[in-house]
């Protein structure tokens, strides 16, 4: 009786390569589906924006309203274009703090964790808190 080698599975190497391939589909997905509701127009001020990597205030940018935790990472809803300058002072990097309150007519959707959450591709209102 002898013993028959087992065969492999991927390597450690080959699967953080194919899930980092996967979490750059998603996020580009995600990107993608954020942009082509809101456009290329800044959300909060209304300036036009274009995708650029130098950190410029006509520079686009999708915020997370509810941060990138793994449940609302992906998440359109919960996500908007702004131009650098506004998200900076959404951020509060630029020593003001601007907030994003539900607009008229606002939507909410309801998340995995079942509570509801701001659905800000609908009407939002940006408001100095500080």
């Known amino acids: 009786m002898g013993f028959f080698p087992q065969p492999k599975g991927p390597t450690l190497a080959l699967e953080r390569a194919s899930s980092k391939t996967a979490e750059r589909r998603l996020h580009r997905a995600f990107r993608k589906a954020v942009i082509d509701r809101d456009g290329t127009i800044c959300r909060c001020c209304g300036r036009p924006v274009v995708k650029l990597l130098e950190r410029v205030p006509k520079r686009l940018e999708v915020h997370h309203t509810l941060g990138r935790s793994e449940i609302f990472r992906y998440e359109p809803r919960a996500a908007l274009v702004l131009c650098f300058w506004c998200h900076s002072k959404i951020t509060g990097e630029v020593g003001c703090r601007w907030a994003i309150f539900p ?26 808190i500080a």
């Open 103 to 128: 607009g008229r007519h606002a939507r909410v959707f309801r998340g995995d964790d079942g509570q509801e959450y701001l659905d800000v591709g609908g009407p939002v209102e940006f408001v100095r």
